[in-house]
């Protein structure tokens, strides 16, 4: 028995979501959910790693065989300083959430995220980002991670706005050579008004709002929470409030960056409303 994972060698193609805590993770539904769908043998599991050991973890995985891996908290960094190779919007991000071994061995990621918030806007929910001001709140990995995809978007501006100031500066001036990136003080609203809004910190998570003022919301407003909970999160609730024409949580998100995911591992693309649908009912 390895510290992560079994001895010996997995009897399936393995696939295992890694992080910490991780328990409840719903990795493990959305993949077998789109290999029941497309008749794909697998197994895949939740395996918590810390922070610190992925790197261990990732030489164990490969010994028992294992051929794809899905980062999470906190390892997204880790994920992206071990790779040999990067995916040209993962090595943007600065952040990785896919995982995998090219033929001679080495470990290849790449970033889904940003193209699972975009997915869900666009193609589940008809919001063309395309011309559209977003306000971007939150300068962590999960914000890092999707501005690459909002950039190749389109929008006619992009504005961050972080608690640590100094945090949305750094972000901005690493995409300095693809867009000018504005600053929003924290708890301001950008002068003109967002077409979208975009909460990517884990406020949501301790039942806590943004301090943005309710001018900044009205009724051809989008609001998006990339964090999802069986009730209105915080902020799908305050935006529902002040009359959002649609405010949205990142369920969508997080089965649609499973299935690019997916498609990375087994060259196949899976149909997610079912699963959105499916989780949806299950909560
Ligand atoms: P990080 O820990 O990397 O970043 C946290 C962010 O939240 C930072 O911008 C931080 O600001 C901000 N923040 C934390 N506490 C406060 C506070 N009290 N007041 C103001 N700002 C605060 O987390 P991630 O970026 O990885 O995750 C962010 C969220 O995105 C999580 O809720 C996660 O679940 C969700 N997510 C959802 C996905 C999906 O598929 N739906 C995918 C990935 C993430 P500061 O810099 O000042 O500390």
Known sequence: MGRWFPAGRADLPYFCV???????????????????????QLRYERVEVEA????????????????????????KEEAWQLAASRTPRAA?????????FTDDGAVAVDNTDGAGLVRDL?????????????LLLGAGGAARGVVPALLDAAPASLAISNRTPARAAALCASFVDRAVLEVVPWGQAPETRPDVIING???????????LPATAVAAGSVCYDMMYANEATPFVAWARGLGARLALDGLGMLVEQAAE???????????????IAALRGAR
């Open 201 to 211: 910190t884990t406020l949501s998570l301790h039942g806590e709002l943004p301090p």
């Open 92 to 100: 943007q991000a600065g952040a990785a959430n896919t995982l995998w």
């Open 122 to 134: 666009e193609v589940n929910h008809g919001v063309s980002l395309a011309g559209r001001r977003i």
């Open 261 to 275: 995911s997916f498609a990375r591992w087994h060259d196949l693309r899976p149909a997610t409303a079912p699963v």
């Open 52 to 75: 610190g050991q992925l790197a261990a973890a990732v030489a164990e995985f490969q010994a028992y065989g294992g051929r794809g891996m899905n980062v999470t908290l906190p390892l």
């Open 18 to 40: 890694v992080g910490s805590p991780i328990a409840h993770s719903k990795s493990p539904a959305i993949h077998g959910a789109f290999a029941a769908q497309l008749d794909v």
